[in-house]
């Protein structure tokens, strides 16, 4: 990204021009209402001139738009500041805790801490940032897994995926138990209630069945750090019966400059949200899924920028 010495002046005028606007409430104030440079300065009592040249970095990243002299929030701050989860307030102010993260350590928020508060809460919206890249994984799985069991599943925005492509499909969600609503009310939105069954519980406690085709474990090995992720791949793959496969989503893209970026961009997202969670490499994700006894390993890339998602599929034979 910075090649040379003018890349790094634009990429620091460009980031100094985003936090700024995320301190003052410029982002704010665009999102709720329109305004000419010198109307939204005087609503926020900054300096008219400043207002201007940062409202027009932002317009030039794509993060404003302007007509004639009025300036908006462009439709992907809109887009983000509605569907990613938590809403405005993290997608801006959990930003600018970053000093604070540096100087203390200290997260913004603590969500693998309290789980079953914060993901009752966000996995519906995490469902609808998903469905393409879901729509996209089961249209890849050809093999029609007739007992798919889904780990973490909060939404089951990946396996009700795969089970609105196959007919004969059923998905066993677990989820702490709070979490598994939201699983249940997206089942039935999509006409399929009839083809699920929930497994309430803690994933490192309950003992599901060794008898699925397909175990998926979507986003969830980020919570945790690397002993209790390798554990926990090991665990689910006993879940799976001999010929069928184990599913990993998770930040795996990697190996160009973008997913890179997006992975290191993701790490960040998360110590400002978790107290443990992290970004594993790919390559020791495919060592604990081969240590669990399954081979063939595929990786699927998926359309999805956000958090560097890709997929890993391994078989059990
Ligand atoms: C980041 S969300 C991912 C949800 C879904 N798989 C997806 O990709 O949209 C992590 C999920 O793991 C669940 N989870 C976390 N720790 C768990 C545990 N110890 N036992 C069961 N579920 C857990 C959370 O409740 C949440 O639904």
């Given at each position: 990204?910075?090649?040379?010495?003018?890349?790094?002046?634009?990429?620091?005028?460009?980031?100094?021009?985003?936090?700024?606007?995320?301190?003052?409430?410029?982002?704010?104030?665009?999102?709720?209402?329109?305004?000419?440079?010198?109307?939204?300065?005087?609503?926020?009592?900054?300096?008219?001139?400043?207002?201007?040249?940062?409202?027009?970095?932002?317009?030039?990243?794509?993060?404003?738009?302007?007509?004639?002299?009025?300036?908006?929030?462009?439709?992907?701050?809109?887009?983000?500041?509605?569907?990613?989860?938590?809403?405005?307030?993290?997608?801006?102010?959990?930003?600018?805790?970053?000093?604070?993260?540096?100087?203390?350590?200290?997260?913004?928020?603590?969500?693998?801490?309290?789980?079953?508060?914060?993901?009752?809460?966000?996995?519906?919206?995490?469902?609808?940032?998903?469905?393409?890249?879901?729509?996209?994984?089961?249209a890849h799985i050809?093999?029609?897994?007739?007992?798919?069991?889904?780990?973490?599943?909060?939404?089951?925005?990946?396996?009700?995926?795969?089970?609105?492509?196959?007919?004969?499909?059923?998905?066993?969600?677990?989820?702490?138990?709070?979490?598994?609503?939201?699983?249940?009310?997206?089942?039935?939105?999509?006409?399929?209630?009839?083809?699920?069954?929930?497994?309430?519980?803690?994933?490192?406690?309950?003992?599901?069945?060794?008898?699925?085709?397909?175990?998926?474990?979507?986003?969830?090995?980020?919570?945790?750090?690397?002993?209790?992720?390798?554990?926990?791949?090991?665990?689910?793959?006993?879940?799976?019966?001999?010929?069928?496969?184990?599913?990993?989503?998770?930040?795996?893209?990697?190996?160009?400059?973008?997913?890179?970026?997006?992975?290191?961009?993701?790490?960040?997202?998360?110590?400002?949200?978790?107290?443990?969670?992290?970004?594993?490499?790919?390559?020791?994700?495919?060592?604990?899924?081969?240590?669990a006894g399954l081979?063939?390993?595929?990786?699927?890339?998926?359309?999805?920028?956000?958090?560097?998602?890709?997929?890993?599929?391994?078989?059990?034979?």
């Amino acid at each position: 990204m910075a090649a040379g010495a003018s890349d790094v002046l634009e990429l620091l005028g460009v980031s100094s021009a985003i936090m700024s606007a995320i301190e003052t409430g410029l982002f704010a104030a665009l999102l709720e209402q329109p305004g000419s440079a010198a109307a939204i300065a005087r609503r926020l009592a900054l300096e008219p001139r400043a207002t201007e040249r940062v409202l027009d970095v932002l317009a030039a990243c794509g993060l404003a738009r302007v007509e004639g002299e009025v300036y908006a929030a462009a439709p992907a701050l809109v887009d983000a500041a509605e569907r990613v989860p938590g809403g405005r307030d993290l997608l801006l102010t959990m930003w600018s805790h970053t000093p604070e993260l540096l100087k203390r350590g200290e997260p913004f928020v603590r969500m693998d801490v309290e789980r079953e508060r914060h993901y009752s809460a966000h996995v519906s919206a995490l469902g609808e940032l998903f469905a393409y890249s879901a729509d996209q994984l089961a249209a890849h799985i050809e093999d029609a897994p007739a007992r798919v069991l889904d780990v973490g599943c909060g939404s089951g925005v990946w396996s009700l995926a795969i089970a609105e492509r196959f007919p004969g499909t059923s998905v066993v969600g677990l989820d702490l138990p709070a979490v598994l609503a939201p699983f249940a009310a997206r089942a039935k939105d999509k006409g399929l209630s009839d083809r699920i069954a929930t497994l309430p519980g803690d994933m490192f406690e309950v003992e599901p069945p060794a008898d699925f085709d397909l175990v998926i474990i979507a986003n969830v090995l980020r919570l945790e750090r690397r002993e209790r992720a390798r554990e926990l791949v090991r665990r689910m793959s006993r879940a799976v019966r001999p010929g069928g496969s184990l599913l990993i989503v998770d930040a795996l893209a990697h190996g160009t400059e973008e997913a890179e970026r997006a992975r290191a961009v993701y790490a960040l997202h998360l110590a400002l949200r978790t107290e443990a969670g992290g970004v594993h490499a790919p390559s020791e994700v495919r060592a604990w899924m081969n240590d669990a006894g399954l081979v063939e390993l595929e990786a699927i890339a998926l359309p999805a920028k956000v958090g560097a998602l890709g997929a890993l599929r391994g078989w059990k034979r």
